[in-house]
């Protein structure tokens, strides 16, 4: 027997970029939507994600003349990415290329190059510090005698928070100048002044030039060489003002980068009153950003990137939003004292409505390393409340229910 093949609904086909734990919200949305997924990752290892994947085609998603050669043969209706940036550009070309919805080419260059960002950002009048492109150590000398120290030096080509240094001194600058040009792809790197104030994020979504929210996060961050984000939390804790200046900045911010059919991920700076963009991109953030999202305003927002990406209308998910806002907060699970080999790690909670994961990416023989960075993550947990004090009591409740023993 079977359907009629009128009735019979091709199913939709989407190409992820990227397989790891960043993306699993992403690939589960897309199977529970019906859509087809196909996994572009590289062959030599085995990230989360290839079991949840309906086809897996192999290819360097940082390489968009690969990544576009293989979608061509795909037989695609959308293409997307979710919490990494290695793949951005690739998305662009192939958005492009295919006219599938999504970020353009042109925006997502922008997105991977800090300086041409800078240069948009000053170009539209976006709040952001001051800067100057730099390839050699004379153009580093000249440019610290127009910014003050201290300052920040910047890779241009990086995520998270490789190839970026911090420097109160002008040796501290020509060291990590130096550090920037060894790690960086590029022939320069950036010198902007360093703001140093209470930093924060703002999580956005654009649908034909519509931006349909603006939604501040606090960030939870620990301090390695760098301060290094371990987590997240909705709403932010502030004046009016300061959500009144951040919803302009994004505003002007994804403006000036062309940003559009994307969720968007910013990075802002509040000092003397003044809220500052440090960048953004067009995917959504990662460390449960997108589960923040989904908490703050009660939808499915993984269903609206996926629908977005294959041509479906997103607002069918965000109409459902709630009235009111929800608290939530999202935090790694990290060492900061031991390290070893993991032998065993178990969640011993009782099951909670407002505990909404607790998740180990370790398993026993992992080695566990006291934390520098995010690949030092152990885990993850996410909880909501009826404010942000009910939640910082339920993660502390949660963290004293897991048990971890190393070698």
Known sequence: AGMEPATMMMSKRLLILGAGRGQIGLYKAAREMGIVTIAGTMPDNSPPCIPLADEVCYMNIADPDDVFAKAKELNLDGAATCCLDTGIAALGRTCDGLGLTGLTEAAAVMCNDKSKMKKAFMEHGVSTAKYFEVATEEDLEDALEII?????????????????????????????????????????????????????????????????????????????????????????????????????????????????????????ILKDGIVYVIELTGRVGANCLPELVEINYGIEYYKMIAALAVGDDPLEYWNQRNEYETAGLAKMIISTDQSGILKEINYLGQSDPDVLQVLFFKKPRDEIRQFVDSNDCIGQIIVKGKDMASCERKEQEVLQDIRMVLE
Not at 178 to 190: D, G, Q, V, W
């Open 148 to 268: 003050n120290l201290p300052v920040i030096v910047k890779a241009t080509d990086l995520q998270g928070s490789r190839g970026i240094y911090i420097a109160k001194t002008k040796e501290a600058a020509m060291e990590g100048f130096t550090e920037a040009m060894n790690l960086t792809r590029r022939s320069y790197c950036i010198v902007e002044e360093y703001i140093e104030g209470w930093e924060f994020g703002a999580q956005a979504f654009v649908k034909d030039g519509e931006i349909l929210f603006v939604m501040p996060h606090g960030d939870n961050t620990y301090m390695s060489h760098t301060a290094v984000p371990v987590g997240h939390y909705v709403p932010l804790d502030c004046d009016r003002n300061v959500y009144e200046q951040t919803e302009v900045a994004v505003r002007n911010a994804i403006h000036a980068l062309g940003l559009d059919n994307c969720a968007v991920n910013v990075d802002l």
